[in-house]
């Protein structure tokens, strides 16, 4: 942990001198170096050229998305380019092969299915939709301090599993805050909302597949392998596992901080006076409901996720709910960098990096089960210290070529638990978002952090395989 904060102390010096450059590129050249001579030793093992390309590939990513010497999303662009590059040319190799299946990550259902919930999380936030679900916690809650915790976590879990998990609790986040200034800081009930309120953001959304970018990460990563989960069927094992893990983690905040005694008053807290047009209002809520709707019964109209996405991108826009402004502010760096990570994750299988990697880990002296969730507690582990999506996909494409359900299960667990990282503000855009309010000390995150290192990790390693078992 100090060695982490201490890399971000150094980063923000270098960026307050202007000289941040000096430390980007430093770390890059660092990075390089690291994976050069990785490869030089790798390629002792002689399993040619296309594997050592590859493994290089790989290796620096891994270490460009730790030490983010460049932007996440332009690590998933550099892999792209490099696969093009290596293997659609005879720069490298003197035979070239089809390139297609990296450029198609650009076009894959689950780079569909996230635009479309992008679109549909915007379209609530400019209705205030999102406000609302707020206004209607304080109203069904009201008071009683355990309560309103409860609600408030549910319903930033809830909302989390449609909008972005970092606005969710930005919204949550500013709308408590005046109860906070009264209530001060230091009181349990204000450390309970500012660390329940971003844990619930970032555990609920493995409540859906566009809750969280490892869960679509998952999903395209089976898609690759033949095996399709529609959105119902991941909510299945995502919704009850999400509302779980809050659950547990409310219980463990009440427990310690014994909130039951905190005096609360939310006639203090502001409304939303902001007027928003009937007709917009009516359209967002038709969409959500027409999306969603299509979304959860897949199974039988037969109608993929990809093409029902279309939906939220052509309604919100043609009742100007969501004009050309709003689309250039979606998050479009996340889909590079899935795009990225499924490239990668294709390249490792095509190549059969992942075959040779699986086979040294499952030569260890342990069972596939012992396997399985170790895989679960480095997703968890590497998502403390870098990009929850750059682990899942590290990790997601090995998982799937476990043998069986495991192959299954594995990256499902693997998401869950890269959606588990809570130990520190940079582990998760929702503590950052919290611990930037200057309210909150950064050791109060580690109640969560220590807890959903070890629960989200067990409780995926248990409620999955079973689904897994029932459904595949």
């Excluded at 707020?134 to 809830?158: C, Q």
């Excluded at 693997?414 to 929702?430: E, G, K």
Aim: glycine share 8%.
């Amino acid at each position: 942990m100090a060695s982490n904060d201490s890399r971000f102390s150094a980063y923000r010096l270098y960026k307050t001198l202007r000289l941040n450059w000096i430390f980007n590129t430093s770390t890059f050249i660092g990075n390089l170096a690291i994976a050069l001579i990785a490869t030089f030793f790798f390629r002792e093992l002689g399993y040619g050229d296309a594997v050592d390309y590859v493994f290089l590939i790989s290796i620096l990513s891994i270490g460009l998305w730790i030490t983010e010497a460049v932007p996440p999303f332009a690590v998933g662009i550099f892999i792209i380019c490099m696969m093009i590059f290596g293997f659609g040319t005879n720069y490298l190799f003197e035979e070239t092969s089809s390139v297609d299946m990296y450029v198609d990550t650009w076009t894959s259902n689950v780079i569909w299915l996230l635009l479309g919930g992008f679109f549909l999380a915007s379209g609530m936030r400019q209705v205030g939709l999102d406000r609302q679900l707020f206004d209607y916690t304080i109203k069904r809650f009201g008071n009683k301090p355990e309560r309103l915790l409860l609600g408030l976590m549910m319903v930033t879990a809830l909302g989390s599993m449609l909008m972005s998990n970092t606005a969710t609790t930005a919204m949550m986040i500013s709308s408590v805050t005046p109860l906070i200034s009264i209530l001060g800081s230091k009181s349990n009930f204000s450390r309970a909302l500012l660390t329940g309120i971003p844990a619930a953001a970032t555990v609920g959304g493995i409540g859906t597949i566009i809750g969280s970018t490892p869960n679509a990460i998952a999903v395209g990563a089976l898609q690759e392998r033949g095996i399709y989960i529609s959105f119902i069927e991941w909510m299945i094992v995502g919704f009850p596992t999400a509302i779980l893990l809050v659950y547990l983690f409310y219980r463990l905040l009440k427990k310690t901080l014994q909130i039951a005694s905190a005096e609360v008053d939310v006639s203090t807290l502001p409304k939303q006076d902001v007027e928003i047009a009937p007709f917009q209002r009516n359209a967002v809520i038709f969409t959500l409901i027409v999306t969603v709707g299509l979304w959860v019964t897949e199974p039988i109209h037969g109608i993929p996720v990809a093409a029902t996405a279309a939906v939220p991108i052509l309604l919100l826009t043609m009742t100007q709910v969501i004009t050309n402004e709003e689309v250039r502010q979606l998050p479009w760096d996340t889909l590079m960098l899935v795009a990225g990570g499924l490239a990668l994750g294709i390249a490792l299988v095509d190549v059969g990096l992942a075959d040779i990697a699986m086979e040294q880990i499952n030569s260890l002296p342990v069972g596939i089960i012992a396997i399985a969730f170790f895989f679960t507690m480095i997703g968890v582990l590497l998502s403390n210290v870098m990009s929850n999506t750059a682990a899942a996909s590290i990790l997601i494409p090995l998982a799937v070529t476990l043998p069986g359900v495991f192959g299954i299960s594995v990256p499902v667990m693997v998401a869950i638990s890269c959606s588990c990282a809570l130990l520190l503000p940079v582990s998760t855009p929702s503590n950052a978002v919290a611990f930037a309010t200057g309210m909150v000390e950064q050791k109060e995150f580690r109640r969560g952090g220590i807890f959903f290192l070890f629960v989200g990790p067990i409780a995926a390693s248990i409620i999955v395989p079973l689904w897994a078992w029932l459904y595949f």
